[in-house]
């Protein structure tokens, strides 16, 4: 939506290259370059990788397989990136999260987030991914060797 109607003209679509939600695996260096090109202002930038973690609650775990509300997962996202970038003082917010099966050791999420200062980029980051944990329909299956468990809370 244009800034016209109401919007702030950085809106980004379905297909937009700062908010994904995909199968495949993402370069790190890639998504940072991405952020970063996006402004000569940007001074820091402040990221947060969640991993595949083989261990949970206690419990071992072989593998996880994340499952999401197609179209809507997406549009939480989105909600999110723009909610960031009008709430925070921020210039770009990137955010991905896989699905499918994933291993251990594989990247699941990231989020990037570049201000003019750092304190700015944490706390955008951080709020980001706690709302990603909060409101977006995606959900996780842990395979573990006593069978599988869905996940409920998000720590």
Same mark, same amino acid.
Request: hydrophobic share 40%; glycine share 8%; with cysteine.
């Given at each position: 939506?244009?800034?016209?109607?109401?919007?702030?003209?950085?809106?980004?679509?379905?297909?937009?290259? &700062?908010?994904?939600?995909?199968?495949?695996?993402?370069?790190?260096?890639?998504?940072?370059?991405?952020?970063?090109?996006?402004? @000569?202002?940007?001074?820091?930038?402040?990221? &947060?990788?969640?991993?595949?973690?083989?261990?949970?609650?206690?419990?071992?775990?072989?593998?996880?397989?994340?499952?999401?509300?197609?179209?809507?997962?997406?549009? @939480?996202?989105?909600?999110?990136?723009?909610?960031?970038?009008?709430? &925070?003082?921020?210039?770009?917010?990137?955010?991905?999260?896989?699905?499918?099966?994933?291993?251990?050791?594989?990247?699941?999420?990231?989020?990037?987030?570049?201000?003019?200062?750092?304190?700015?980029?944490?706390?955008?980051?951080?709020?980001?991914?706690?709302?990603?944990?909060?409101?977006?329909?995606?959900? @996780?299956?842990?395979?573990?060797?006593?069978?599988?468990?869905?996940?409920?809370?998000?720590?």
């Amino acid at each position: 939506m244009p800034p016209f109607a109401g919007g702030t003209g950085r809106e980004a679509t379905e297909e937009s290259p &700062f908010v994904r939600v995909q199968r495949e695996n993402f370069s790190i260096d890639q998504e940072l370059d991405r952020v970063r090109k996006t402004s @000569k202002r940007i001074g820091g930038i402040a990221t &947060f990788l969640g991993i595949a973690r083989d261990r949970s609650r206690g419990r071992d775990v072989d593998g996880i397989t994340f499952e999401h509300y197609e179209g809507m997962a997406q549009k @939480k996202l989105h909600e999110i990136r723009e909610r960031a970038l009008n709430d &925070f003082d921020i210039l770009e917010l990137l955010i991905i999260h896989r699905y499918g099966e994933i291993a251990i050791g594989e990247n699941i999420v990231l989020i990037i987030a570049g201000a003019e200062h750092r304190a700015d980029a944490f706390r955008a980051c951080k709020w980001a991914i706690d709302e990603l944990k909060q409101i977006t329909p995606i959900w @996780k299956l842990e395979h573990t060797p006593e069978g599988e468990v869905w996940v409920e809370e998000h720590p």
